[in-house]
């Protein structure tokens, strides 16, 4: 158990919908990542954000947005679902924001589009 | 991030110890040697990292060359549990963000 936890573990839903996935960190962890993997892609970066504040961009679609509250958990917020959206995401965290601190993953999201 | 090149997979027998290569030639002086794993249906799980001196933990060994330009994660003795993906990802220590640039890995499969 890496103490990561996100919700929900399974989300189905239809092509043009949002969602929702939330991710809780490691007590004491103050950075959350949030990563995408997707069978033609791989896993990919998305974002970090670091005791509230944005950290670190990657490939983020403009539909995809993410945010963190004062509890350190974190959501990601996915719109206008295509059906390309469909894989996995993955949330980590780590105590701080710097490069070289092991990340902590969670067991994912899977998200399929219909 | 610099590049790092491993193996598509790797075989290896219950209970021997396996060694998975990473070549990074193009590493940079500021850059921390990571591995990572992910066993099926899981997310990534951290294995070890080091700077130039080889390093232990309960999980495995990290053996980096002299020129730091190749590094080896040594498992010691291979369980059906360790087949997974194992992927090698360079971070700079100076990098105020902490991103992980993850390749296509090694993928594992440990025989009975």
């Known amino acids: 158990d890496s103490g990561v936890t996100q919700t929900p573990k399974h989300l189905i839903t239809a092509t043009g919908q949002r969602v929702t996935l939330r991710c809780s960190p490691r007590s004491g962890d103050l950075s959350v990542y949030w990563y995408q993997q997707s069978l033609d892609q791989g896993l990919q970066f998305l974002i970090q954000y670091y005791n509230g504040e944005e950290r670190a961009k990657g490939n983020i679609l403009e539909r995809f947005s993410a945010q963190q509250f004062p509890d350190l958990h974190s959501e990601l917020n996915l719109s206008s679902l295509e059906l390309g959206d469909s894989a996995l995401y993955f949330c980590?965290?780590?105590?701080?924001?710097?490069?070289?601190?092991?990340?902590?993953f969670g067991d994912g999201t899977r998200l399929s589009i219909l | 991030d610099a590049k790092t090149t491993q193996p598509n997979s790797m075989e290896s027998n219950e209970e021997e110890p396996v060694h998975l290569p990473c070549n990074h030639s193009?590493?940079?002086?500021?850059?921390?040697i990571h591995w990572y794993r992910q066993l099926p249906s899981q997310g990534p799980e951290y294995v070890i990292h080091g700077l130039t001196s080889n390093v232990n933990n309960r999980m495995a060994s990290l053996a980096i060359a002299e020129d730091r330009k190749s590094s080896t994660l040594i498992l010691h003795r291979a369980t059906l549990r360790d087949a997974a993906v194992y992927y090698c990802i360079l971070r700079d220590g100076n990098n105020a963000g902490n991103m992980l640039t993850f390749g296509g890995g090694t993928r594992l499969m440990v025989k009975p």
């Open positions: 193009t590493i940079s002086g500021t850059d921390y």
């Open positions: 980590a965290s780590s105590p701080g924001a710097g490069g070289n601190q092991p990340q902590h």
